[in-house]
């Protein structure tokens, strides 16, 4: 489980992906505020922890359940993202409500970039034979 902040450190969620973790809580306290108070920056939260969400849970191999205060006019709804990224469940902002997300953590879904991901971890950054030659040399040319 991370709290609030962490989601803005990537590197804890590659710990968490070397460590195998396959389910994630990321927890929010982002509400309880009135209505005549949200503003634009409220709104951008909707966008933004979603789509990091997304990300770590593919680039991760992870699911993650992400919750927010059940406060009313919070500034995102709580939802679920599936192992690929994608969002399998949400809530409606401002409403009360209660998401229930079904895993079958027996289901395998592909991950093509496992193999590649592992190497990139170890520091290898090529397909496996590193090629030399003068436009790979000059970084500063094309």
């Excluded at 509400?31 to 969400?53: C, F, H, L």
């Excluded at 919070?74 to 079904?102: A, D, Q, Y």
């Excluded at 991950?111 to 003068?134: C, E, F, N, V």
């Amino acid at each position: 489980m991370q709290i609030c902040h962490d989601f803005r450190y990537q590197e804890t969620y590659r710990e968490h992906y070397r460590r195998g973790v396959k389910l994630m809580f990321q927890a929010f306290q982002m509400g309880g505020r009135k209505k005549s108070q949200i503003d634009n920056n409220d709104r951008k939260w909707e966008d933004i922890v979603p789509a990091t969400m997304q990300t770590y849970a593919a680039n991760n191999g992870m699911r993650i359940s992400v919750t927010n205060t059940c406060r009313k006019y919070s500034s995102l709804p709580s939802f679920f993202v599936e192992l690929g990224g994608v969002i399998t469940g949400r809530l409606r902002n401002h409403v009360p409500g209660v998401l229930i997300s079904t895993m079958d953590m027996d289901t395998y879904l592909p991950d093509p970039s496992r193999p590649w991901r592992q190497r990139a971890m170890r520091g290898i950054y090529h397909s496996g034979t590193l090629k030399k030659d003068k436009r790979t040399e000059c970084r500063t040319t094309y």
